[in-house]
């Protein structure tokens, strides 16, 4: 069975790729993750905060008054946790490029111009493959415009796309008032991928101990958003799709194909069932294609996205009235 797919100009044997998560911090797991078959990694996010907060940390240090106390000397601020300072990052994406052969993706988060050039830079020096620009920003003002949150995002996608010489993907979020137009002029700026869609966490109150609670694993239910989107985009740009939360079994990763997605990142399930759950997927993928009498990967891809899609209008607002009419107690 070929299960053969493209993705950021990467020929892949299948489309199932460890998304960003935990897993890539320990060596042991990526080399696991290989050898199920994972045929690329995504590496979780550099945020913009760990730099600038590193950054701060060690001026503060160094403006620190001779006569300040003896336990100073060895007090940095304290920046938000994470598992791996930037300098630790960079050592981590040569670390695992020597422990596999599979392409390796980086990924980073930030919200300024400045703060994404020059660790895209030192990310490619580092020698990762690719590169997935994490665009995570809450519109939160009151006053700022959604074209406003746009053309910052457009013009650090632009700047990002010329400062290096590797693949570049775009994450984004659900929340663009024109999403498909958004995409559109990603598209046109030369983005290799448009990954949908980022998991804006929602944390849980806890009412008794004011805290908020931990986050929860993805269920396949959150892949029906990504489908819609996925369908709606395919075939409209040049760039890879990727589809990432939800993808938890083999139907779900053939939905995402059949969409219009080329690749589609798992991270809950391998959390929560290990690496070999990779493995068990494509082998799902491959008796369920057998079955049906699909001979590849490329056949089904995008044959139910919106341009080919026996019913398109299932996509639209014509079937709203339907689905609304089709539930029966």
């Not at 240090?61 to 007090?75: M, V």
């Not at 020096?125 to 949150?149: F, H, K, M, S, V």
Request: charged share 20%; hydrophobic share 45%; proline share 5%.
């Amino acid at each position: 069975m070929d299960l053969s797919t493209t993705y950021m100009g990467f020929d892949l044997p299948h489309p199932l790729v460890p998304g960003a998560s935990p897993m890539m911090d320990d060596l042991d797991t990526v080399r696991r993750l290989e050898d199920a078959g994972a045929p690329m990694v995504v590496m979780p996010s550099l945020f913009e905060e760990q730099i600038v907060g590193e950054q701060l940390a060690v001026v503060r240090s160094l403006e620190a008054g001779d006569e300040s106390y003896s336990e100073a000397i060895s007090y940095f601020s304290q920046a938000p946790a994470f598992a791996l300072s930037p300098d630790d990052y960079l050592g981590q994406i040569a670390r695992i490029k020597s422990a596999v052969s599979v392409p390796l993706i980086a990924s980073l988060n930030g919200v300024t111009e400045g703060g994404w050039l020059a660790y895209a830079r030192l990310i490619e020096q580092a020698g990762a493959d690719g590169l997935e620009l994490n665009i995570y920003e809450l519109a939160t003002d009151p006053d700022e415009r959604g074209e406003q949150l746009e053309r910052r995002a457009l013009q650090v996608a632009k700047a990002v796309k010329q400062s290096v010489s590797i693949p570049v993907a775009v994450k984004l979020s659900p929340f663009y008032s024109a999403l498909a137009h958004f995409c559109k002029q990603l598209d046109e700026l030369g983005a290799n991928a448009i990954v949908l869609f980022n998991r804006f966490f929602q944390p849980d109150i806890d009412v008794e101990q004011l805290d908020v609670l931990r986050i929860n694993l993805s269920s396949s239910a959150e892949l029906l958003l990504r489908l819609r989107w996925l369908a709606i985009l395919s075939g409209r740009i040049r760039a890879s799709l990727a589809a990432t939360g939800g993808v938890h079994t083999a139907i779900d990763a053939i939905k995402a194909v059949m969409v219009g997605a080329h690749s589609v990142q798992m991270v809950s399930a391998l959390l929560e069932h290990g690496p070999m759950h990779l493995k068990e997927v494509r082998k799902d993928m491959e008796r369920w294609m057998d079955e049906h009498e699909y001979h590849s990967l490329r056949q089904m891809q995008g044959s139910m996205s919106l341009l080919r899609c026996p019913n398109p209008k299932a996509y639209e607002r014509a079937n709203y009235v339907r689905i609304l009419q089709s539930w029966h107690s």
